[in-house]
């Protein structure tokens, strides 16, 4: 914000402002009338200059009479904030019935540094989110971790229970109020009194899992400006694509079609079908995102595991990387496609590992024009923060400054859908 300070105004001349002189028209002046002419243009002349110089004081002198810019201050207009969310037909709309497309970073950190030194990696203030909405991001997806939010399995470290609840819920409002979509996403999991690290776990564990979602839907139901990312990344059965594993990752472990010990799953696992009953049931409407498997990159049978969900609020969520499963334009029309044209689809991460810029291009013009009568896509780039080479999208956290070719690209994209 520019702010202008008062300051002791100066005259055209580079000097503060004298008072002028008197002159007196004398009868001698009258007296010549060859005088007359030039006498009448000089007393035209000064009072002319004598009402440029009380007009300058009016308009620069205060009635205290000090010399003080009197500029109108440039008022910066309040963002408007970010929009509740609901889902109708393959589209999210807004309160007011208006299509709503979100793109996107997500912001990594709050999965792991709460078990060690804070909340967040890097800064969480404004002038963060500010270098954010310089590249016109509009949703920001915030990566969790049970244990820290239910605060056990915790060791030392004293970032979990109220303090992780807190800091989280802060940076969510600080979001929503400068018009970012926040993503709460289940990232860290673990079962029984192992912790939940960044070693991702196949499923989740119905010990803790279906507590975690049972109290952050009490904590923003009613807030649907919210949207919940129910688990990052699926791979039941041994990372393999196949009925088992898509049984398993709507149903969990169950003795009927996915009993514990097999498809890769020693520990009660949570199925998706459970995780939105959990929501549902705690009277949270939001727009809830579901993963595929394989990583969420497999979207081939997602349609035909799909839960139930009483609200009709469900979204595929998908991820795609340079060396990620589905990483070619057929596998996109084959899998993806099909999908796009039923329901809202956000591509919760995408990105590469070769310091390069090329897949990602590419897959943004496929999310931007995927088929015809279907619209462009939601996708959210990983990762906005400086730590996390070669992924990482900028160099500073408060001047947004992208890295290159791979932050810059993206950010010129970006732009170039939201001039």
């Known amino acids: 914000m520019l702010r202008t300070q008062a300051g002791r105004k100066e005259s055209g001349w580079g000097e503060p402002m004298r008072k002028l002189p008197y002159f007196s028209r004398g009868r001698n002046l009258w007296r010549s009338s060859s005088r007359k002419k030039r006498v009448f243009l000089t007393g035209a002349f000064l009072l002319l200059a004598a009402s ?34 609901y889902v109708q037909g393959n589209q999210l709309f807004d309160a ?32 963060s989110i500010q270098a ?56 860290a999991t673990a079962p029984g009194t192992q912790q939940a690290t960044t070693r991702l776990q196949p499923l989740p564990d119905r010990e803790h899992s279906l507590k975690f979602w049972d109290e952050v839907a009490k904590a923003y139901r009613g807030n649907n400006a919210v949207i919940f990312d129910l688990f990052n990344e699926p791979f039941p059965d041994n990372n393999r ?11 969990g472990t169950n003795p009927g079609t996915c009993p514990l010990g097999t498809a890769g799953l020693p520990y009660e696992a949570a199925g998706m079908q459970e995780l939105v009953n959990e929501v549902r049931e ?43 499963w589905c990483n070619t334009s057929s596998c996109w029309l084959s899998q993806a496609l099909p999908v796009m044209k039923s329901y809202p689809v956000i591509t919760g991460e995408i990105g590469e590992n070769d310091a390069r810029a090329a897949f990602i291009l590419r897959a943004m013009s496929f999310l931007d024009r995927p088929g015809e009568n279907v619209p462009p896509q939601n996708y959210l780039a990983w990762v906005w923060n400086t730590d996390q080479k070669p992924y990482d999208l900028i160099t500073d956290y408060k001047s947004g400054t992208p890295t290159s070719p791979y932050g810059l690209t993206y950010m010129q994209h970006v732009l170039s859908l939201r001039p």
């Open 52 to 85: 440029v110089i009380v007009w300058r004081l009016l308009v620069i002198l205060p009635s205290s009479g000090s010399l003080i810019h009197r500029e109108k201050p440039t008022e910066t207009p309040e963002p408007s904030p970010a929009p509740n969310l």
């Open 96 to 127: 007011h019935d208006r299509p709503i497309r979100l793109i996107g970073a997500n912001r990594s950190g709050t999965e792991y540094q709460c078990l060690t030194y804070g909340v967040f990696d890097g800064p969480s203030n404004l002038d």
């Open 132 to 187: 954010m909405l310089a590249w016109h991001i509009n949703v920001v997806r915030i990566p969790l971790n049970e244990d820290c939010w239910l605060n056990i399995n915790m060791g030392k470290s004293p970032y979990g229970g109220k303090i992780y609840q807190d800091g989280i819920e802060d940076y969510v409002h600080l979001l929503i109020a400068n018009g970012i979509t926040p993503i709460l996403e289940l990232h």
């Open 241 to 251: 694509d196949t009925r088992a594993a898509w049984k398993c990752w709507r149903d």
């Open 282 to 324: 705690e009277g949270a409407t939001n727009v809830i995102m579901l993963g595929g498997i394989q990583y969420a990159a497999t979207l081939d049978h997602w349609m035909d595991y799909v839960p139930l969900d009483p609200a009709q609020e469900l979204v595929a969520a998908w991820h795609i990387y340079n060396y990620s």
